[in-house]
T-cell receptor, first 114, second 114 residues
Framework: AQSVTQLGSHVSVSEGALVLLRCNYSSSVPPYLFWYVQYPNQGLQLLLKYTTGATLVKGINGFEAEFKKSETSFHLTKPSAHMSDAAEYFCAVSRAVGTYKYIFGTGTRLKVLA | DAGVTQSPTHLIKTRGQQVTLRCSPKSGHDTVSWYQQALGQGPQFIFQYYEEEERQRGNFPDRFSGHQFPNYSSELNVNALLLGDSALYLC???WGQGATDTQYFGPGTRLTVL
């Protein structure tokens, strides 16, 4: 079975500092991995995804993530935080045989301090 | 290009009532998935519809049912509402038969059960 663990339900960074949100997955087959962002009272917006190929994936708003098979990780980073990055971030995994659903982590709420 | 739309935005019901939520997929998409997001949690997969049939179902009781129309729009019905059904209900659309097709989410319907 597939699963996702997001370490740290709340992360605070100063404006201009590095953002690092952690995601570890469990999957018996090569996974497809996603990061979504959710602003207050809104739906989920796709930030980036990893399917196959290059393990460093660049997304919108300056975010990127690196797929590390040996560490079963897909951490999300951004070199310099902006106030507008404050939101909740969800990591998701898919691609188990015979399933079409996404399995989400419990989310990490990012707070950006002025 | 219209994204995924959902209606209504908010809904208040009382225990035992029935509710219908609606979703229109992104233009060109033929698959609709429904997720339940309880407060402070990640989205949980309810079911997915493709070619007007339920293709996969998550761990939700039969009180949760759905339908997909020929124009690919979809409805989620919940009968005999419980307090625990209070959540944000998200619709996601995608294209194709693949398990890994990227899902695009709507803004959600906030259901409150009193």
């Amino acid at each position: 079975a597939q699963s996702v663990t997001q370490l740290g339900s709340h992360v605070s960074v100063s404006e201009g500092a590095l953002v690092l949100l952690r995601c570890n997955y469990s999957s018996s087959v090569p996974p497809y991995l996603f990061w979504y962002v959710q602003y207050p009272n809104q739906g989920l917006q796709l930030l980036l995804k990893y399917t196959t190929g290059a393990t460093l994936v660049k997304g919108i708003n300056g975010f990127e993530a690196e797929f590390k098979k040996s560490e079963t990780s897909f951490h999300l980073t951004k070199p310099s935080a902006h106030m507008s990055d404050a939101a909740e971030y969800f990591c998701a995994v898919s691609r188990a045989v015979g399933t079409y659903k996404y399995i989400f982590g419990t989310g990490t709420r990012l707070k950006v301090l002025a | 290009d219209a994204g995924v739309t959902q209606s209504p935005t908010h809904l208040i019901k009382t225990r035992g009532q029935q509710v219908t939520l609606r979703c229109s997929p992104k233009s060109g998409h033929d698959t609709v998935s429904w997720y339940q997001q309880a407060l402070g949690q990640g989205p949980q997969f309810i079911f997915q519809y493709y070619e007007e049939e339920e293709r996969q179902r998550g761990n939700f009781p039969d009180r949760f049912s759905g339908h997909q129309f020929p124009n690919y729009s979809s409805e989620l019905n919940v009968n005999a509402l419980l307090l625990g059904d209070s959540a944000l209900y998200l619709c996601a659309s995608s294209w194709g038969q693949g398990a890994t097709d990227t899902q695009y989410f709507g803004p959600g319907t906030r259901l409150t059960v009193l």
